[in-house]
Structure formats: C-alpha cells, structure tokens
C-alpha cells in the first residue's frame, strides 16, 4: 500500500476587526526630459514684454509734445496779445528738453531706474534749492570779489545743485541704487528750467529785447541744456552714486574727483569765454559724458533687474526685491 503525502493544516482564517486597508498609492509618473534650452524663452523676455513701449519711448513724446506745445502757445500770445499766457510760453520753453532728456535717462528697455516720486521731488527742491543757493552766493562772491566773482560761479553752482542730491542719498539710497546718473539730471533740470525762465524773462524786458529776444533765448538755451547743467551735474551724481556702491573705494573717490572738478572747470570755462570753438568743445564733452553715463546706467539697471535663470524670477532686483520691470513707480 503506498504512501499518501501528508499535507499540513492549513491555519484557520481570522477576521480582522476595523477599517480595511487603504490601497497602496501609485507612483507617480517619471518625468519626462527637461526641454530644451532653445525651446525656453529668453529670460527677460517676459519682463521686457511687461514694460509698455510708450513708457519707454516717452521722451520722444515728450520732444514732440513740448515742441508743438510751445509753437501754439506762443502763436496764441501773439496773436491774442494776452500776457497772461507769457508764463506757460516760459515755462513750455524752458522745460521740453530738459524734460526730454531726463525722461530719456529714467527709461531704460525694463523699467524705470528711480522710483518716480523720488525724480519729481528731486526736480522740485533741486531746482528751488539750487537756484536759491546759488543766486545768493554769487551775489555774496559780487560784493567781495566784483567781477573776478565769475570765476566762482562755477563751484558756487555746481556744489549748490549737489546738496537736493546728497539728501536724497543718505534717505533713499536703496530705491535709487544705480541711479546716480538720474537724480543728478533731475537737479540740473529743476535748476535749468528755473534758470533759463529768468533769463528769457530778462530778455523781454531789456531795452533791446522784446517777444523775438525771448523766442531766442528759450530756444538756445533749450538747445544747450544738454551740454550745461544737465549733463555736469548728472556727471558729478553719477560719480557720487559710484563711490557708495563700489567696493574699490579709491577708484571711487578719483571717479568723484574727476566728475566734480571737471564740470567745475568746463561750468568756468563756458561764463568766462566767448568763444564759439570752445563752447562747441565744452558741449562735444559734456553731452559725450551724459550719453555713455546713460547708456552704462541702462546696461547696469537690465543686468540687476535680469538676473540670468535660476537665480531668481526676472524683473526682480535680486537686492531689494523690487520689481524692475513692471512696478508701478
């Protein structure tokens, strides 16, 4: 008789008291291949996308509007013969391209350099500051020294129209980092525009001027402005910014040196001297200065508001975290 396998006993089944166990949950699918760099949009693209372009282009506005304007206006006085409209003719005059130039440093191709409050009163109080300032030190320097006072006008204006800016460095330096170049053109304007009214407020009432020695010298001196005092006190500013925010300070104290001595001697040079070669010199230079300051200013302000992939969203200055691009300022 064979012998039939034994087969052990199979345990008795329990039933298990409680919830029935939750399933056990599916992986999640493997990630597919990063895309590519060229199928990514540039970064910056976005943010640049986010700045309108009229913003950008305003001081072409600016140009084309203010000139227009101060051909109507001035029309319009003469043929209304209304004196009342003689203030908006002066300050039309005065203030289209001091403006065009300020909007046109303020704009770069991601946003603003300096918050847009801060260039407003800097304008405001520059120009009241400077021009106060400076007006009752050149007569101060007329009573002392007659007319070798000229020499000093120069440094007496130049370091007047720098006193707006240093405040505005020592209580808004983080939201103008960088913008050195633009505060320094918004006290020249305010100054400018101040000026240039009261000259050709002087030459309507001089005995041989009149409405076409006004004309005239509102243009030339709305012509000149970028050369004067837009562009030295802007070099000086930019210079002042540069020595703050720069590690190598030596470099930066030369940087200043050279800014401030330099528009003290072209400031100098330009009252002191008629002649026409060297006006066109001192204006070559100056505005030469203002352009490659400004282009410099814009590459800077792009690259911190830019930052390449991976270190940050783009249009946030990666510094103080305001955005750059699209923020309304």
Known sequence: M????????????VARSGPPPMPQARSAPRAGPAPSLASTPPAGSASTARYPWYLRFSWILALVVGTLAYVATFVIMLLTRNPTILPTVLLVGAATIPLTVLLFAQSSKVGPLVPTRTVLVTVALGGLFGLCAAGLGETIAGLLLGKASILLVGVIEET???????????????????????????????FAVLETMGYGFNALLSRSGGLGALDS??????????????????AICAALWFLVETSHKPRGVLALAVAYVGAIVMHTAWDATTSGILHVLIGVISVGALLTLTILAHRAFVRRALPPPGNGPAGIRPADGEYAAHSPR
């Open 217 to 234: 010298t509102l243009i030339l001196r709305g012509i000149l402005v970028p050369a004067g005092h837009v562009a030295w006190t802007g």
């Open 160 to 190: 007047a129209k720098l006193v707006v800016p240093l405040i505005v460095l020592g209580l808004a330096h983080r939201s103008t980092r960088g913008g050195g170049i633009v505060i320094g053109i918004a006290a020249g304007t305010g």
């Open 2 to 13: 064979s012998e039939q396998p034994v087969i052990p006993p199979q345990a008795p089944t």
